[in-house]
């Protein structure tokens, strides 16, 4: 996961106006599905907010699929809520509840030969029921329990595990331990395939930072270091695959003998 910032979305001309005339007639009883064309017509822009049209939950690339906009406070049922929940309709043509995804992280699946589940559907958990919206009102309320790609902070909670891909906290603290195993299950981060791609971009960027470790400060090899050092920056820039978990896993690599590892990060 990597941040992104929903502020550099633009709008199509005269979206706004349709957006709140949608929302008139949803706030009227119309359904929000029946408004679809409002919200699927910011796909690609906001597919373009992040390299390679990739999934914002899970940085795999999205087929054009016509659900790939997800609405982060569902827009129909929520089935986490205490009481009956008829959804955010409120926040059905809200551009900030957009988050752009792909089919796994979106939608309910289950992956019958290797025994995961998962797809966001309508899940929306909260770290404390007791402060949901049923009606408009201030979103910061609410905590949620899934990690947002567009909060300056959640994309670094969560990486994952050298030997094998699997997605996993990063943080030793309960409550944002609790938020990345919620998330992992909810957008089924640890679908196999997934793990099976983001285990080839770990193996490769290890092999990376050994072979760049063995050649750091040696004389004469100073041209194959830097070769390797740039290898391993595009590895973790925000248009590699899983670039967030490979930030992670290089974070794991620094050391006081290797200061280079540092540096690229902060590049
Ligand atoms: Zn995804």
New binding site residues.
């Given amino acids: 996961m990597r941040y992104i910032d929903q502020d550099e979305l633009a709008l199509p001309g005269g979206w706004l106006a349709r957006a709140a005339a949608a929302s008139a007639a949803v706030a009227g009883g119309a359904a929000p599905d029946d408004y679809a064309d409002v919200w699927r017509e910011l796909k690609d822009g906001l597919a373009a907010l992040f390299p390679d049209k990739k999934?914002w939950?899970?940085e795999?690339q999205v087929d054009r699929a016509d659900n790939a906009v997800d609405h982060f406070r569902p827009k129909g049922r929520v089935s986490d809520a205490a009481n009956p929940h008829t959804g955010y309709r409120w926040l059905a043509f809200d551009r900030r509840n957009f988050r752009y995804?792909?089919t796994?992280?979106n939608s309910r699946r289950r992956d019958v030969a290797n025994g995961t589940a998962g797809g966001k559907a309508d899940r929306f958990p909260l770290l404390d029921e007791g402060h949901r919206l049923y009606a408009p009102g201030p979103l910061n309320r609410e905590k949620p329990a899934l990690l947002d790609p567009c909060e300056l902070d959640d994309w670094e909670l969560i990486g994952c595990q050298q030997e094998n891909g699997k997605p996993c906290p990063a943080s030793q603290d309960a409550s944002e331990r609790h938020r990345v195993e919620e998330s992992i299950a909810i957008?089924h981060l640890d679908y196999e395939p997934t793990c099976k791609q983001r285990h080839s971009a770990a193996v490769r960027l290890m092999a990376d930072v050994e072979q760049a470790k063995m050649f750091f400060g040696q004389p004469g090899m100073n041209e194959h270091f830097t070769t390797i050092a740039k290898k391993i920056r595009r590895a973790i820039d925000r248009k590699a695959p899983f670039s967030g978990d490979m930030i992670f896993l290089l974070k794991g690599q620094r050391h006081d003998e290797h200061p280079w590892i540092q540096k690229l990060l902060e590049t």
């Fill in positions: 999934c939950y899970c795999s995804a792909c796994f992280c957008y």
